[in-house]
């Protein structure tokens, strides 16, 4: 919600901007980094870097075997307030993470589910319709709207359809005991999900001539419309879950055999193709949400003592009073400084890449607005 809000906030700051944004900014920017700031040390260099691989591991952990903390553990458990659990137990320890949830009502989900996300869509698509009928060169706004929502979608299930026959017929011979096949597979699809949501991002971009305010617009009604359809689909398409993650990890290895699931074999990877269809867009847009909040923390990270000063305010003690780092042998500090050193070179290249997705188009903005395109013009 802050970074959805953020993006309004983004947009008419851009296109009508009045002092009194001031306070709007410092409320936004509060809702969104207030849990780091709080966070001891969080500005210490070392230990951010540290953390930011324990953050990746966390999003890619669980699909091998089962994890009590990872995003995916997280997100099933998240669905489950909708879709339930089955009744059906196969006595497995991933069970014991999950307790007995019932599926929520109609009226549950259309009140508290459906109903919100429904009305703000409708709100971003009138917002945006009515900008784009204010151009000077006539457009299909909601023809636009609808390819730059639906691509990622259509996308992500092209993806996944395809990922699904290679583990199902590859799977079986490469994913033997302790292979991490199943990861490097669900590596592949959730990486191709950033690349297709920035893709469309950059794709709707070039549509609106590279004016950065229109575009933002955008991509808020872009998100407005997915986020619905999303839950629309979660509500409506999913039966309920297992309590074990045996589908999660059957999807990603083609081993759909010796599960215990019975008649729900047949039935289970149609569901989980859905299932992973709203989890790769979900995925994509913590990735990218996530990681536009970790450039923002960084800068304080590169001053001299800021560290120092934070916790100084954090905590109301004196410099000499303040928690000192922890006493590490030799090899735990070797192994701290590779990480530092491994970790720090790959966020600065996803860094470098974030921000050349945004810079290149606009040093390159004549020579790509040169550039031609039949079936772009019709949208």
Known sequence: MGMRTLLLLLYITMTLWIWHLIYFWITVMALCIAPFVFNPHQFSLGDFIIDYREFLRWLSRGNSKSHANSWIGYCRLSRTKITGFKKKKLGVPSEKLSVDVPRAGIKTILISELLGPFITAVLMIIAYTFVKSLSATPINSLLRLAVVALGPIVWNLVILVAVFFISLFLGPMLGGAGSKFPSVMAAISHTLAVVGYVGIFEFLWYLERWDISQAVLGIIAVIAVDRFLLKLFIAVFLSREFKNDHSNNAFWSGRWYGRGMGGHAFTQPIRELIVKTVEMSAFAADFMAAHLLLFLLVVPCLIPYFDVVHSVALFWLAPNKLIRVPI????????????????????????????????????????????????????
């Open 328 to 379: 590490f042998s030799y090899k735990q500090r070797s192994t701290r400084r590779k990480i530092i050193a491994k970790y720090g070179i790959l966020f600065a290249l996803v860094f470098a890449f974030f921000v050349a997705l945004v810079v290149l188009p606009v040093v390159f903005r004549s020579q790509l607005t040169e550039v031609q395109c039949a079936i772009c013009n019709s949208i």
